[in-house]
């Protein structure tokens, strides 16, 4: 896995309710218990460490992202493209 996928993973399991020994990559987020609030502080906290934007719905921020491998590829994603930016 990946240093970002682990650092994504890390974030959500600090946002997640309840006990999930561990998260997998296709867990859906609605089932790990994120609620709206939740997920509005897990896009902030991913665009804070990684210093990337992720365009979602703050009012619908459960539904830009359906599962854990989901939000781990479109943050893989924007690093990659500001990493390329900066060459």
Excluded: C, W, Y
């Excluded at 970002?4 to 890390?10: P, W």
């Excluded at 897990?42 to 460490?49: G, Q, R």
């Excluded at 599962?67 to 994603?77: D, K």
């Amino acid at each position: 896995m990946t240093d970002v996928a682990s650092e994504v993973i890390a974030i959500i399991a600090s946002k997640v309710r309840g006990d999930h020994p561990k998260i997998e990559l296709n867990d859906r987020l609605e089932d790990l218990g994120l609620e709206s609030l939740d997920a509005v502080e897990m896009i902030f906290a991913l665009e804070e460490k990684f210093d990337v934007q992720i365009p979602f719905n703050a009012n619908n921020a459960r539904t830009e992202f359906d599962t854990v491998g989901e939000v781990i590829s479109a943050v893989e994603r924007l690093v990659d493209d500001k990493e390329s930016r900066a060459r």
